[in-house]
Nanobody, 122 residues
Framework: QVQLVESGGGLVQAGGSLRLSCAAS????????MGWFRQAPGKEREFVAA???????SYADSVKGRFTISRDNAKNTVYLQMNSLKPEDTAVYYC????????????????WGQGTQVTVSS
């Protein structure tokens, strides 16, 4: 079990940037695959990006080339750098973790954060 706390959300104009952070508790952070998901009002939660223990990354098509996921194992933190933001990126963004990478990509990780709101104005 790992506790996840997101931060860095806020209001930004279209074309702007934000960096989300997710701090994880515990001493086994480096053994977890990490991911970011988002849920817009009236929509289902969707996969955004994931990073494995070995730092392999995967992205949703809608964010490829604009978002970058990274991790700092020394700080027990995973980041999501979001550039060229669009109004359709507006959502609550959730951090997730699981010891099985495929489970993260499939949207069924065992551990979830509380979420942080990102609002992109046009």
């Amino acid at each position: 079990q790992v506790q996840l706390v997101e931060s860095g959300g806020g209001l930004v104009q279209a074309g702007g940037s934000l960096r989300l952070s997710c701090a994880a508790s515990g001493r086994t952070f480096s053994s977890y695959a990490m991911g970011w998901f988002r849920q817009a009002p009236g929509k289902e939660r969707e996969f955004v990006a994931a990073i494995s223990r070995g730092r392999s990354t995967s992205y949703a098509d809608s964010v490829k080339g604009r978002f970058t996921i990274s991790r700092d194992n020394a700080k027990n933190t995973v980041y999501l750098q979001m550039n060229s933001l669009k109004p359709e990126d507006t959502a609550v963004y959730y951090c997730a973790a699981d010891s099985i990478p495929a489970t993260v990509v499939a949207g069924r990780p065992a551990n979830w954060g509380q979420g942080t709101q990102v609002t992109v104005s046009s």
